[in-house]
């Protein structure tokens, strides 16, 4: 049966041998799922998409470095920023694919645990979880997966872990931004900014355009996205004032802008406050 694994390369001795394009390691999974050890080497891992899968025990793992997770890659961004050219950008999103990826995940149905944990989330995320293709990520760990699409491309995706300790898993490359149903890159006349892809879920409620900038820090490459969209009003909120007014400093010298504005909820995030205030 096919599982899902994240796995530290860090925590992996070194490879055992390589191709052009995958670095091929013994699997640290196989013992445990089909009881025998792996010898030769079967767990093939993508040099660029971090992406790996045994072969032998059928284990699809994602690297996770603390380099790779955390920090957007620099050599991108800087190449975007100093370029700032549209075409570079749909250049550097159309290389961006990751449907046969996203496919391969089970869809959230398919776990007890994941339907729980959406349910808990509320009533208006599992109403929406079809329409936004959320898929189970079943391993070790549990987690619902979250696929990112702009321009009618899956370009990446997130994964809200529900065990263990590391909560978050993002695929590999620079932060985009994400929009419940999809985002175009073309005129949108008012957007809501907000931190994490549960809170554009939920805000996505009660407005049509909320963004979810993965953090609270917009990235030059964002900035880029943004300013595709064109934006003449901007709403900012992320779970706090201080941070949302910090984000809305980065946005002020939009060229399309015409008003941009914080908004504060009287809950932790706008999550909790659809939740608590909308759906009841
Ligand atoms: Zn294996």
Redesign the pocket.
Known sequence: MRTYETLDLGDLKDYDRETSTHWIYL?P??YR?IGSE?VSG??YVSKTKLVGL?F??D?VVLVTHDSIEYVDDKRIIERIASEINTLTVYDYLFSCDATSEVKSFPSWKEDPDIVGYLEERGKHVVAKANELDLKAFIGTKKGVLIPVVINGRVVSYQIRFITGKKRYYTRPGPKLLYRPGGLTLSYIPEVVLVEGVFDAISVSIIHPSPIAIFGHTITELQKILIREIAPSRIYVCMDSKQLSEAVALQLKDLPTLDDLDVLSVPYKDPDEWIKHTVIH
């Open positions: 699997c999974f196989c799922k792996d079967h767990l045994c032998r025990c284990t």
